[in-house]
């Protein structure tokens, strides 16, 4: 079962917490805003996705199981 | 009144020959004021009973409905052309009773056809905001317009009047509670989770998604919201069936469309067109051009710019659009002169996207204000030699990163635009103003306050959501 890790652009603050946390998937914009890479993720890199996710002072970094993509 | 409603089973033939190809929804359109509801009554009929016969009957009415709307390939009309079968049945098979909300709020600027159909006809976009509730087993119908059409909201609370004295007769009898709510006048207003929010109490602005509505919207509960075209489609499809509504149109996009044609013709205004039709036809149909065009948006300000010599022979329909970068959207269209600058123009457009951000999004927020100077820069003509690459860099660094599409509807605008007026770009990068900016303004851009932003979210650090 593979994770995915996501942003809520509307809580997120660009704190860049993420960046630090996970360089794996998330780069910064020139805003400092996080740019997320969506492919899945797994193992060590799914455990810093989570430990990542749990710092975000906004709670504005995802992290979800696969599921069928949404209509947007 | 005595005729018995048309039924959806399919043993009796729709009565299509009786009807002219079009006009359709504006058949019978008053030239004054709106279309009371026994004149709506005695020309298209009542509409079919969906409610009311039991469980059993109900269910299967309500389906054979939807499934009318899936064969006559209805998309939605509010701008993203989604297949409104598909939404109606995620709302029907989500769990919990529904809502149904019909968007007229039509925040974009030059389009009027949804506050056309509610000042005219409102019977019609009720009918099908109701046969969509029964449909989808909701009890509530909320009709949401702008503040500023105080004239839809008018004519909406005098239909919903006539409705209540008639239900007595037994000739209207719907069980959907129906309101009319009124949203502030902003570009984002109209999108679907900002109509939610603001319903919810909430600034009208979008929400991140998911849940998606048709999961959890308006108070949690399922929520179908259709704009209010897309709901007299359905009225007259619950009517005449899918075969009828598929003798007009594009395979791909059957039936016809409300266009608000605007710029130099002569009779600007809102016209029922066939998908697939040409533009030249409905340019026609609007008494010609009244001076030499540039070019034309296509799909309003989130939509793309053609240069003039591309019109000739262009369909409307989004099959034919699509080689342009375009597409019909909520049926905007807008003629630019020849006297105007498009410079100018795409300067001034950029400064009010950005104004109308909700600022919600950081990448939003400063990508369309950072997009917006490096194009005022070129108009001015004092932009570096790398102000085209810094703008494509903006763009695909904007584009998907906002709760909404409003970053990526006001990249595809503007970079058609400067796509289209190659070379006029080019000239004012190196000369800067030419005579035609100081033309009058073309391109309709009202200024729309957005509402101040709340007080700052304290982040939570108490407590653990894990």
């Not at chain 1, 890199?45 to 992290?63: G, I, K």
Request: glycine fraction near 10%.
């Amino acid at each position: 079962m593979s994770h995915r890790v996501s942003v809520n652009p509307i809580t997120c603050e660009a704190h860049g917490m993420c960046a630090e946390m996970l360089p794996e998937r998330v780069t910064l914009d020139e805003w400092g805003y996080p740019i997320v890479d969506e492919t899945p993720v797994s193992g060590a890199v799914l455990a810093h996705a989570m430990r990542a996710a749990r710092a975000c002072p906004t709670f504005a970094l995802l992290v979800e199981r696969e599921r069928a993509p949404s209509r947007r | 009144m005595s005729a018995s409603p048309p039924t959806l089973s399919g043993d009796r033939s729709p009565s299509h020959e009786a009807t002219p190809a079009l006009p359709r929804l504006l058949a019978g359109i008053p030239s004054d004021g709106a279309m009371g509801l026994g004149e709506h009554l005695a020309l298209h009929g009542p509409p079919p009973l969906i409610r009311g016969r039991g469980r059993r009957q109900d269910q299967e009415r309500a389906e054979r409905l939807i499934a009318e709307i899936d064969r006559a390939g209805l998309l939605g009309r509010g701008g993203a052309a989604f297949p409104t079968a598909t939404k109606m049945r995620a709302v029907a098979g989500s769990r919990g009773r529904a809502i149904v909300i019909a968007n007229a709020v039509e925040a974009e600027p030059a389009s009027f056809k949804d506050r056309t159909l509610l000042e005219t006809l409102p019977h019609l976009v009720l009918d099908g905001g109701l046969l969509a509730a029964e449909a989808v087993g909701a009890d509530e119908l909320i009709v949401c317009v702008s503040e500023s059409a105080r004239a839809s909201a008018q004519s909406l609370r005098t239909a919903l009047g006539e409705r209540a004295t008639r239900a007595h007769d037994g000739a209207v009898e719907r069980s959907p509670r129906v309101r009319v709510e009124t949203l502030p006048d902003h570009y984002v207003a109209g999108q679907e989770t900002a109509v939610i929010n603001h319903l919810g109490g909430g600034p009208a602005k979008p929400l991140f998604t998911p849940p998606m509505p048709f999961e959890r919207g308006l108070r949690r509960r399922p929520t179908l919201v259709n704009n209010a075209e897309t709901l007299a489609h359905i009225a007259l499809i619950a009517r005449h069936g899918a075969p009828w509504f598929r003798q007009l149109g594009t395979p791909t996009q059957p039936g016809s469309a409300l266009v608000t044609l605007s710029g130099p013709v002569a009779y600007p205004g809102v016209y029922e067109v066939e998908h697939g039709a040409s533009l030249a036809s409905l340019i026609e149909a609007a008494g010609g051009t009244t001076a030499v065009l540039r070019g034309a948006l296509l799909g309003g300000y989130a939509g793309a710019f053609i240069g003039a010599e591309r019109l000739r022979g262009l369909g409307l329909s989004n099959e034919h659009l699509a080689a342009h970068g375009a597409s019909l959207g909520a049926g905007v269209i807008l003629l630019l002169s020849d006297s105007a600058c498009p410079v100018a123009e795409t300067a001034r457009l950029a400064r009010w996207l950005s104004d109308q951000s909700a600022r919600q999004c950081g990448p939003c927020l400063h990508g369309l204000d950072a997009l917006a100077t490096s194009i005022e820069q070129i108009a001015e003509g004092r932009a570096g030699a790398r102000a085209t690459q810094r703008i494509d860099r903006l763009g695909s660094m904007v584009v998907r990163r906002g709760a909404c599409r409003h970053p990526d509807g006001s990249v595809n605008v503007l970079l058609s635009a400067m796509d289209t007026f190659r070379a006029e770009f080019a000239e004012h990068a190196r000369h800067g103003p030419c005579e035609r900016c100081a033309s009058p303004e073309e391109l309709p851009l009202p200024r729309r306050e957005i509402a101040p932003d709340p007080p700052p979210r304290r982040p939570s650090l108490l407590g653990s959501r894990s």
